[in-house]
């Protein structure tokens, strides 16, 4: 029988493997480690930290999307990443006032893998997006309906492009997903290694998304939210 504060045939106490899993989603696991031991003078080694993160944060719940606008545009990039040393593709939709909706890693850089990136962003989103500004990848022509029978695909860069919908003016740019792109680079510099498979780099993509939501909670003061959403996430 598992003693109180413990889980059973586990060695370190719960308050540790939960401490370890936070830790984890800011810092490699090596830090997370080597944190473990100077605070509770437990000895555990990156990749138990790993296998933690795999086995108690893999059905991750954020919270649900809302957006209160009447038009909705979003932003759809795609960038490449690595994973056990072949080169895959991670794909984000963002809406236009900075919030991360959805992220997958695929192998591939094609029409099913941009299908799946907006059905389940659609799913999130509860409502039709009016306008997708993505970048010239085929991909996006087929797939942007998944988004909303009249959603507007438009193509647009750095530079930004003017677009009339619905009788108003928009100056459409696409360096939302620049800057996502961004501190998704940062985040790979930390965490590219333990992409092991699909499965895994997903896991740390979903980790990347719950960092961006924490990071919007304490920015917004939302503490007590952010605490129940980290309980909640990592079930034991």
């Known amino acids: 029988m598992a003693k109180t504060g413990y889980l059973e045939r586990y060695r370190n106490p719960i308050i540790v493997i939960r401490?370890?899993?936070i830790l984890h989603i800011y810092l490699p696991s090596r830090i997370v480690s080597i944190l473990l031991f100077l605070l509770f003078r437990a000895s555990v080694s990156y990749k138990t930290v790993c296998e933690w993160t795999?086995?108690?944060?893999n059905n991750l719940t954020l919270p649900e999307y809302s957006c209160l606008s009447d038009i909705l545009i979003c932003h759809a990039d795609e960038k490449y990443v690595k994973v056990k040393g072949e080169w895959n593709y991670w794909w984000s939709l963002k809406d236009c006032f900075g919030n991360l909706i959805h992220t997958i890693?695929?192998?591939?850089?094609?029409?099913?893998?941009?299908?799946?990136l907006l059905k389940e962003a659609r799913l999130k989103i509860g409502r039709e997006v009016d306008i997708l500004?993505?970048?010239g990848l085929y991909a996006y022509?087929?797939?942007?309906k998944f988004l909303g029978r009249k959603c507007k695909s438009v193509v647009a860069g750095i530079n930004g492009k003017g677009f009339i919908y619905k009788k108003k003016f928009y100056w459409i740019t696409n360096n939302p997903s620049e800057s996502l792109n961004s501190e998704i680079d940062s985040y790979?510099?930390?965490f590219r290694y333990n992409f092991e498979n699909i499965e895994s780099a997903n896991r740390f993509?979903?980790?990347f998304m719950l960092r961006k939501h924490l990071k919007k909670m304490f920015y917004e003061k939302k503490?007590?939210?952010?605490?129940?959403?980290?309980e909640q996430a990592f079930t034991f």
Do not use: C
């Not at 795999?54 to 944060?57: D, I, N, S, Y």
């Not at 503490?223 to 980290?230: K, P, V």
């Open 133 to 135: 500004v993505r970048d």
């Open 205 to 207: 993509a979903n980790l």
């Open 54 to 57: 795999k086995k108690f944060a």
């Open 188 to 190: 790979l510099e930390k």
């Open 105 to 116: 890693i695929t192998p591939l850089r094609d029409f099913d893998s941009a299908k799946k």
């Open 141 to 144: 022509d087929k797939s942007t």
């Open 19 to 21: 401490f370890a899993i």
């Open 223 to 230: 503490l007590l939210e952010a605490s129940s959403m980290l």
